[in-house]
């Protein structure tokens, strides 16, 4: 079974700096998607980006990239310029490429913003 | 606008009844989940369904029952059977590509009193 590990249960960051937060996987498939979701304090959950692994290019959204390292099987998410919005719950999730297959959830990394 | 509605946004229940949490999409989605969330847990899998009529177990079904009547609605039932049922519950959907992730609703609290 697939697993998911964010091994940083909480972060802090100064505003405007920049910040990483980790996750590692296993799974035995060679092709598969890789998401990094946002749960404030509203406990709405946001997408923030997507990786297809078939992808070597790390995706990019804004003030927010990813390290994509496959063979290392690690997925670690770069918040640049942090501002006081970015505080949140983030969650690092995996889905096989195949179908409505659930997602496996990380157990999450509570990132506090300072100002 | 399209979107998923859970309802209601709290709900109490007393040690011994069962309690029936509300999922609803107008998104023509055809996948549906409940994950359960848990300080220090992530979310967790109760039940998914890919299509009407069919539904699958996931990681924490016992104590859950649901039912998937209605493309648009997923609800679930958490029964006395469910020793900690105490909890955040999220319901989503997706479309048929593994690249769309999910569309969350907005969560209910479960507590028992």
């Known amino acids: 079974a697939q697993t998911v590990t964010q091994s940083q249960p909480e972060m802090s960051v100064q505003e405007a700096e920049t910040v990483t937060l980790s996750c590692t996987y296993d799974t035995s498939e060679s092709d598969y998607y890789l998401f990094w979701y946002k749960q404030p304090p509203s406990r709405q959950m946001i997408l923030v980006i997507r990786?297809?692994?078939?992808?070597?290019q790390n995706a990019t959204e804004n003030r927010f990239s990813v390290n994509f390292q496959k063979a290392a099987k690690s997925f670690s998410l770069k918040i640049s310029d942090s501002q006081l919005g970015d505080a949140a719950m983030y969650f690092c999730?995996?889905?096989?490429?195949?179908?409505?297959?659930?997602?496996?959830f990380g157990k999450g990394t509570r990132l506090s913003v300072i100002a | 606008d399209g979107g998923i509605t859970q309802s209601p946004k709290y709900l109490f229940r007393k040690e011994g009844q069962n309690v029936t949490l509300s999922c609803e999409q107008n998104l023509n989605h055809d996948a549906m989940y409940w994950y359960r969330q848990d300080p220090g847990q992530g979310l967790r899998l109760i039940y998914y369904s890919q299509i009407v009529n069919d539904f699958q177990k996931g990681d924490i079904a016992e104590g859950y029952s649901v039912s998937r009547e209605k493309k648009e609605s997923f609800p679930l039932t958490v029964t006395s059977a469910q020793k900690n049922p105490t909890a955040f519950y999220l319901c989503?959907?997706?479309?048929?590509?593994?690249?769309?992730?999910?569309?969350f609703g907005s969560g209910t609290r479960l507590t028992v009193v």
């Open positions: 990786q297809e692994a078939y992808k070597q």
């Open positions: 999730a995996y889905r096989k490429l195949s179908g409505n297959t659930p997602l496996v």
């Open positions: 989503a959907s997706s479309i048929p590509t593994a690249a769309g992730g999910y569309t």
